[in-house]
T-cell receptor, first 114, second 113 residues
C-alpha cells in the first residue's frame, strides 16, 4: 500500500535561514509526489510535484523539492525563509492501485521566526 | 481559468439535523472530484471521490453520503449529523486523465452542537 510520512509535527526556523520540511514515501512503482501548503482556515494550495525527470523540482513562492529515489524521500526546501511562509505543509502521493486517490501525510507546521 | 466554489463557508448545526454541502467547479469538464474532512487543523481524511456523473466511491463514512448530479457539481449530505461530524470539509478536483495536482476549494467549517 502507498503511504507518505512527515516525521516532524513542527519545524521552527529563523527568517532568512534555509528551511527543510521532510517527507518520505512508500509506493509500488514510480512515485507521483506532491507538496501543498495550507494557511489557517483556507484550502490547500499546490506548490510543486514530481512525476518524472529532474530530481530537483522548482515550484511556487520560491520552494523546491528534491526527489531521492534511494532514500525514498521528497523533502521540501527553500533557501531563505520568510515569516509569511509560516503555515501547514502536506506531502502527498498519488495512489497506484488503479484508483484516483491521493494519500496525504499528517502535515508539518512550519513556523518562521522574525 | 478554473475555479472551485464551496458553500456555505461556515455552518452550525444541531445533532440529528440534516446536512448538505455543495461544491462546484468552473472552467473545466470531466474533473475528478473529492471530499475530504480535516479535524483540528491537521491531517486530511478522504471521504468520497468521483470520476464521473453518478460514480461515487466511498472511503469511510457511515452517516455521510455524496452525490454528483452534474459533471461539475459534488454534494456531501447527511440525514442525521453526529457530534463527530464537526470539522473542516474540503472539496478538491483534478483533471480526469493522467496524474495531476489537486485544486482545493476554500472549505466549509462545520460545527455540530
Amino acid at each position: 500500500a502507498q503511504s507518505v510520512a512527515q516525521p516532524e509535527d513542527q519545524v521552527n526556523v529563523a527568517e532568512g535561514n534555509p528551511l527543510t520540511v521532510k517527507c518520505t514515501y512508500s509506493v509500488s512503482g514510480n512515485p507521483y509526489l506532491f507538496w501543498y501548503v495550507q494557511y489557517p482556515n483556507r484550502g490547500l494550495q499546490f506548490l510543486l510535484k514530481y512525476i518524472t525527470g529532474d530530481n530537483l523540482v522548482k515550484g511556487s513562492y520560491g520552494f523546491e523539492a528534491e526527489f531521492n529515489k534511494s532514500q525514498t524521500s521528497f523533502h521540501l526546501k527553500k533557501p531563505s525563509a520568510l515569516v509569511s511562509d509560516s503555515a501547514l505543509y502536506f506531502c502527498a502521493v498519488r495512489d497506484h492501485s488503479g484508483t484516483y486517490k491521493y494519500i496525504f501525510g499528517t502535515g508539518t507546521r512550519l513556523k518562521v521566526l522574525a | 481559468s478554473q475555479t472551485i466554489h464551496q458553500w456555505p463557508a461556515t455552518l452550525v448545526q444541531p445533532v440529528g439535523s440534516p446536512l448538505s454541502l455543495e461544491c462546484t467547479v468552473e472552467g473545466t469538464s470531466n474533473p475528478n472530484l473529492y471530499w475530504y474532512r480535516q479535524a483540528a487543523g491537521r491531517g486530511l481524511q478522504l471521504l468520497f471521490y468521483s470520476v464521473g456523473i453518478g460514480q461515487i466511491s466511498s472511503e469511510v463514512p457511515q452517516n455521510l453520503s455524496a452525490s454528483r448530479p452534474q459533471d461539475r457539481q459534488f454534494i456531501l449530505s447527511s440525514k442525521k449529523l453526529l457530534l463527530s461530524d464537526s470539522g473542516f470539509y474540503l472539496c478538491a478536483w483534478t483533471r480526469g486523465q493522467g496524474v495531476y495536482e489537486q485544486y482545493f476549494g476554500p472549505g466549509t467549517r462545520l460545527t455540530v452542537t
